[in-house]
């Protein structure tokens, strides 16, 4: 009986022993024709007239899974060396002037109450650049009129045009700024305006939701800000975001709704208005 169930044993142990030495020759096969294949793979991605070098050693080489990692290493350095070449035409373009840079797009301001100009504004907001240009243009438009002209006798806003775009693809924009306190027409001739205003009330005011004009501007309730007593600094903020509810509301109705929107504000008293920098009011539908 005994020696009967060893002979089973050692049936039994022969027959596993043979199926797992199947399994691991199974195994090794599809290894080996996987390496097989990937060597062929990688002798066609080697390019003979871009890679010369490499493309003779390929061709000395017989494909197995024992020179499966010579012809990797070829393929590798192959690959590296048209990066090296993509590099260098790229800083050679750069360097030249030419390509991207001719055709990136400018934020120009081309017309300023009634003058014509080309003043081009830095745009320093990639993820945003037309936001950015479309509320950055008018401190500048502003400030070109207090170095270089003046606004109309009786005007306190002056109107302006600016081009967002690429060379032969840029739109036009119109829009309007604050005339500067100091060129005025009105508070030199008109002697009202020359009386002490610190009676005047500080008033908060939106001029521009998503690059679009508001007219007329949407005025803040800012009324208990003088209670406050305080900084310009904080009082400036405080107006903002205040002022962030309706605007979102007023973007909403007028469909200048987005991630990215962003408005700008007046805040002062009358006749002596400061306008504030772009102020974000993401919006979503």
């Not at 060597?39 to 390929?58: N, T, W, Y």
């Not at 700024?177 to 008109?190: H, L």
């Amino acid at each position: 009986m005994t020696k009967s169930f060893l002979a089973s044993f050692a049936i039994v142990a022969s027959i596993t022993g043979l199926a797992r030495a199947d399994k691991r020759a199974d195994a090794q096969r599809n290894l080996d024709d996987a390496r097989f294949k990937a060597c062929q793979s990688a002798r066609k991605m080697i390019d003979s007239k871009s890679c010369p070098e490499q493309a003779a050693a390929a061709e000395k080489i017989v494909c197995s899974s024992k020179t499966y990692n010579d012809m990797a290493a070829l393929q590798r350095a192959c690959t590296s060396l048209l990066k090296d070449k993509a590099a260098a035409a790229g800083s050679g373009a750069r360097g030249s002037g030419a390509g991207s840079a001719a055709a990136a797009p400018k934020c120009t301001i081309t017309s300023i109450a009634g003058n014509a100009v080309s003043l081009v504004v830095p745009i320093t907001h990639s993820y945003s650049a037309e936001t950015w240009c479309k509320t950055s243009v008018r401190k500048v438009a502003e400030q070109w009129l207090a170095d270089n002209a003046s606004c109309e006798r009786g005007k306190t806003t002056f109107p302006y045009s600016f081009a967002w775009g690429a060379p032969g693809k840029q739109k036009t924009f119109d829009q309007s700024g604050f005339c500067p306190t100091s060129t005025r027409a009105d508070t030199k001739t008109d002697t009202k305006d020359t009386k002490d205003t610190k009676d005047k009330p500080v008033r908060c005011l939106v001029i521009s939701i998503g690059g679009k004009d508001v007219t007329p501007p949407i005025e803040i309730d800012w009324s208990h800000g003088k209670k406050w007593n305080l900084s310009e600094k904080l009082a400036e903020s405080s107006c903002q975001n205040m002022a962030r509810k309706p605007v979102i509301e007023w973007a909403k109705a007028n469909g200048v709704c987005n991630s990215s929107a962003t408005f700008v504000a007046t805040f002062g008293q009358e006749g002596h208005e400061k306008t504030l920098d772009a102020f974000p009011a993401a919006c979503f539908k």
